[in-house]
């Protein structure tokens, strides 16, 4: 304590020591290009803030914040104690991802505020302006009386233009993420609504809040509070509080993306690049391509329990292995091989057995099999949110998958709460967020790389844990047979995907199953793997459908990467449509991905991003004559020609369809 006092005079004299305190304050935080200005003031004892972009207004004065349980909140009687500011520029590599190489370029403002009265406690905001957004934080440094708060809520405001339109799920719903998505006024939004959240603005621009860096927090969704504004909604703990902190504590970024158009907003990267770098060497990560014992689940030929049509058997595990030796696929995730699916699994939370197999599995004998064949295994624990439960047997179960070879590991967490000492909690407050930080930190431990189901959204920390390969958190191809639109897809890369890589467990060419018919073309599964990024990208369905009913096309999913050099958006419109190109990572390949909605369409694609003087083979695989996702879903056109960055590809769209192209330079 005597220590913490000391530190304490010497951090408020080094403050204090220099400049005057300032009871008013108006400042400005160009971005880099200096479209974009974040203004900071600070009246009558309370901070704002306001964002413009080309002397238009995106963000009006908006407060800020914390309210404290049992103490006084952090926003009133305050003054400026001191600013300090910086500009950085770096350019660092990716483990794997979207891009090779990304540009952290930003200007940053912190401001140091004091309360005037009472305890006269210290907190930093902290701002940084980026050429395509803006972010922001609270630091709170340890004090001789304050060294420790529960968070009661933020008073964190995102004054946006009521008449924007904000594309949106509900946030507080026993299905986490899990939601079509709605378009609707801000002015509409009557609940609470989960991040990022993307807002078409009436002066033209595209605006998506989200955060980033979260750690022992509550995630942050959106409501509109009694100020008729956007303000932030953290998740709260089963007894009300938001969060329980030690002192020093940052609060995650709270990030507001700004782009020309929805184009521009899906290569935003400042979720990354406001986290952290690596602590630890993480060479042994490798995405993954990987088939599964898991479609066959779902429409009824396998079951996970054990019985006469139990999945995941010695045999049937061994017959996929070698089906994915055939097909040069990586890996094979199986699920149902441990004790715990037998009756109603939903109920079996409490009891779930992580480390033994069903008596018709031998994970042993099974994992030397891969092993031989060059094919990695990948783990499934399903805890149904029962974490007490998990993390009792978590660390043996993970080191008994690293010695037996296996890498590579999907949690699930199907329950709509966390079961913790009895209590529920939110999958997305505190408590869980600190549950999915320990099953990383662990993996990482035993070089063990993650495919979180059921998960906390994405804030960018695969950057600084870069085993976390992937995760769901939003509707993905399970839910096809009805609670899937074709215009999911098209929206994804606007919403849901600025936050990360998604598993859409793609691929499914049994695309007219009755039990799971798919509102897709089988172009459109192709393109899926283009269109929705994922360090593990899952070829979905079982393996005869790709040997036997439609290899031609399945070649694509062959070819296609994983893990990428360059992105390159060329069109869209939320909720229409979306094209993109990629370039293999340490290639000189490319691939372009497009989808539509329930309407055709057609898109004449320039290639201008190409190298020069090269030709280039385009294998596309297109919507054939008359394809529909309804009445026409096989109907599949593969051709191939050459091109070269003169050129452009004029391709047509069924409704409900896609393509896929593969350039390959020759």
């Known amino acids: 304590m005597c220590y913490i006092k000391v530190m304490f005079k010497r951090f408020f004299a080094w403050l204090f020591g220099r400049k005057k305190p300032v009871l008013e ?6 971005s880099p290009n200096n479209r974009i200005v974040c203004k900071l003031s600070l009246k009558k004892g309370q901070v704002y803030y306001s964002v413009f972009k080309d002397g238009k207004v995106l963000v009006r004065d908006s407060h800020l914040g914390i309210n404290l349980r ?18 950085h520029d770096e350019t660092w590599e990716t483990k794997w991802g979207e891009e090779k190489y990304i540009q952290n370029k930003y200007n940053e403002i912190a401001l140091y505020l004091s309360e005037t009265g009472g305890k ?23 004090q001789p009386e304050f060294q420790r708060l529960v968070v009661a809520d933020e008073i964190t405001e995102f004054n946006v233009d009521f008449n924007g339109y904000a594309w949106h799920i509900p946030a507080y719903q026993p299905d986490r993420y899990e939601y079509n998505y709605n378009r609707s006024p801000i002015y509409e939004l009557e609940h609470s609504v989960h991040t990022p959240l993307t807002i078409e603005t009436p002066v033209g621009y595209l605006l998506s809040i989200h955060e980033a860096a979260l ?34 504590f940052n609060t995650p970024w709270r990030v507001i993306m700004v782009a020309d158009n929805p184009i521009e907003l899906t290569t935003n990267r400042m979720i990354l690049n406001l986290n952290d770098p690596p602590k630890d060497e993480f060479d042994w990560v490798k995405p993954l391509k990987f088939m599964g014992i898991w479609w066959a689940m779902y429409v009824g030929e396998y079951t996970w329990a054990e019985g006469e049509r139990h999945g995941a058997t010695t045999r049937h595990t061994k017959e996929y292995i070698d089906a994915c030796e055939r097909l040069g696929i ?41 092993h031989e064949r060059h094919v990695e295994l990948v783990g499934h624990h399903e805890t149904v949110g029962y974490i007490d439960n998990y993390e009792n047997q978590m660390e043996e179960a993970y080191k008994k998958y690293a010695d037996n070879n296996i890498h590579y590991v ?38 063990i790389m993650l495919d979180v189901h059921e998960p906390i959204k994405g804030t960018g920390i695969e950057r600084t844990w870069p085993n976390l390969m992937t995760r769901e958190g939003a509707r993905g191809q399970e839910y096809e047979g009805g609670a899937l639109f074709p215009s999911h ?107 539509t909605n329930e309407d055709a369409h057609r898109v004449r694609l320039n290639l201008d991003f190409l190298l020069p003087d090269t030709i280039y083979q385009a294998e596309i695989y297109r919507d054939g004559e008359n394809a529909h996702y309804r009445e026409n879903q096989l109907a599949i056109t ?15 769209m069924a409704p409900g369809g896609g393509f896929a192209v593969r350039l390959k330079k020759l």
């Open 330 to 370: 990586e890996g094979l995730l199986v699920e149902g091989w441990n004790n715990g699916w037998n009756g109603d699994w939903l109920q079996n939370g409490p009891t779930n057995d992580f480390i033994h197999p069903a008596p018709d599995f031998d994970l042993e004998e099974v994992a030397e099999y891969a």
């Open 410 to 447: 999907k949690p699930g967490y199907a329950g709509a709460w966390m079961s913790v000492q009895g209590r529920r909690e939110y999958h997305h407050s505190q408590v869980g967020v600190l549950h999915y930080q320990r099953a990383l930190e662990l993996a990482a431990k035993y070089h």
């Open 25 to 30: 304050y108006n400042g400005e935080l160009p």
């Open 489 to 595: 897809a098209t929206i994804l890369p606007f919403t849901r995907l600025l936050s990360g890589g998604m598993d859409y467990t793609s691929g499914i060419f049994d695309v007219t199953n009755s039990v799971k018919r798919m509102a897709t073309t089988i172009s459109k599964q192709l393109a899926y793997y283009v269109t929705i990024f994922s360090g593990m990208q899952m070829a979905a369905d079982r393996p005869r459908f790709y040997e036997e009913v439609q290899p031609q096309a399945f070649k694509f999913i062959h070819d296609v990467p994983v893990s990428w050099e360059r992105t390159v958006p060329l069109l869209g419109q939320i909720g229409q449509f979306y094209v993109v190109a990629r370039q293999g990572r340490d290639t000189e390949d490319w691939y372009i991905g497009g989808v």
């Open 120 to 142: 006269k406690r210290l907190f930093t905001l902290r701002f940084r302006s980026f050429d395509d957004g803006v972010a922001f934080r609270y630091e709170i440094p340890p």
């Open 70 to 87: 049992g103490d006084e909140p952090l926003y009133n009687g305050l003054m400026l104690v001191r600013t300090m500011t910086k500009s």
């Open 638 to 652: 593969i051709e191939s020609r050459k091109v070269g960055r003169m050129d452009y590809l004029d391709i047509w």
């Open 215 to 248: 750690y022992n927090y509550g995630s942050m969704t959106l409501k509109l509070n009694q100020n008729h504004s956007l303000a932030a909604d953290i998740t709260p703990l089963s007894d009300g509080a938001k969060a329980y902190v030690e002192l020093p």
